[in-house]
């Protein structure tokens, strides 16, 4: 593999890699409803800091029209939310150039080869730890939470008590996001309900009957030993993955051994926010390890009311 085939290898694996995620996140971001937003945004530092105006409590007031008397002044304040940068990469992937002249194949095709999964990849690792941390921060929070582990499985009703829990505003849950098992087990209860709630096509659920898609995907944050399982009813904005623009790639080759060595490294970084909270500097520190991010302590509450939070959580058998 000459100089210039190394270079196309790594311009094919970035390129590939940037362009699959990018169409990737559109269709995402669409299917989702705006529950879960990823997008590329870059951040200096270990975190990123907004302030945000903290809602006025008791701002409107009974007046006496024939009374008098001072009235106690009350004061605007900031709350400070703060995400997460997780650093993110692979390890590195042998692509001896013996290996490809034997088999015939050129750089190009196994740079497109290493893109394409790193982008299936980062996606899956960028949704997987997304739904960690929403787990550990909303289902610390007994008003978003709906525990009927101990009683049954996932069903419409069961959902509904779930939704529930925001009330009045319980239109801004604008999806749910659940494992297969839960699925099917709605899938079960629909395919006996002679009222047929829901409309198939190929005994496939659309949404919940309100116009909330249902996500399916078998990450493996939304279980637990048990087992259990969880189903995420995400308001807008409820979930926030911002890919940090800082792609790294190299190709090493190194003499000395049987064949001549090479191998592909890549690394890059994304930030990760959950609506209504802020990550705990102190706490949960920069850089974390998923232990870290899918622990409920590193997950402040910065919301004023429980319904301006991420959304609810359903936790069933």
């Known amino acids: 593999m000459a100089l210039s085939d190394l270079a196309v290898f790594q311009e094919y694996a970035q390129t590939s890699m940037t362009e699959l995620q990018d169409q990737a996140i559109q ?22 800091q907004t302030a945000i105006w903290a809602k006025i409590a008791g701002l409107v007031r009974r007046r006496n029209a024939y009374g008098t008397g001072a ?17 993110a990469g692979t390890p590195p992937v042998e692509v001896d150039p013996g290996m490809l002249k034997w088999i015939q194949k050129s750089p190009e095709e196994a740079g497109v080869v ?4 790193m982008a299936e990849d980062s996606m899956a690792d960028m949704l997987n730890t997304g739904l960690m941390a929403y787990v550990a921060g909303v289902g610390n929070q007994a008003t978003n939470f709906h525990d009927y582990s101990a ?28 494992h297969s098992k839960s699925a ?17 096509g190929t005994v496939r659920v659309v949404d919940d009957g309100f116009g909330r898609p249902i996500i399916i995907t078998d990450s ?12 995420c009813g995400l308001a ?38 959950i609506k209504g909270f802020t990550w705990d500097m102190g706490n949960g520190g920069a850089s974390p390890n998923d232990a870290a991010l899918g622990t409920a302590g590193n997950w402040d509450m910065i919301a004023t009311s429980h ?4 959304g609810v959580l359903v936790k069933t058998q």
């Open 151 to 178: 009683t049954g499985t996932c069903s419409l009703a069961v959902l509904s008590a779930g939704v529930s829990k925001f009330g009045d505003r319980s239109q801004d849950v604008v999806a749910w996001i659940m």
């Open 220 to 231: 493996p944050a939304l279980t637990d030993t048990g087992p259990v399982y969880f189903q």
């Open 27 to 48: 269709k995402f971001n669409a299917n989702s409803n705006g529950g879960i937003i990823l997008t590329s945004l870059a951040h200096e530092g270990d975190f990123s």
């Open 236 to 273: 807008s904005g409820g979930i926030i993955v911002e890919n940090g623009n800082e792609f790294t790639d190299n190709l090493e080759t190194s003499n000395g051994d049987e064949n001549i060595l090479r191998t592909y490294q890549a690394e890059w970084t994304y930030n990760l926010g």
């Open 114 to 117: 290493i893109g394409q999964q």
């Open 184 to 200: 099917f087990d709605i899938y079960g209860e629909s395919l006996a309900n002679s009222n047929r709630l829901f409309v198939f």
């Open 71 to 87: 009235v106690s002044a009350l004061t605007m304040s900031q709350l400070v939310k703060a995400s997460v940068k997780i650093a």
């Open 307 to 310: 319904k301006d939070l991420g």
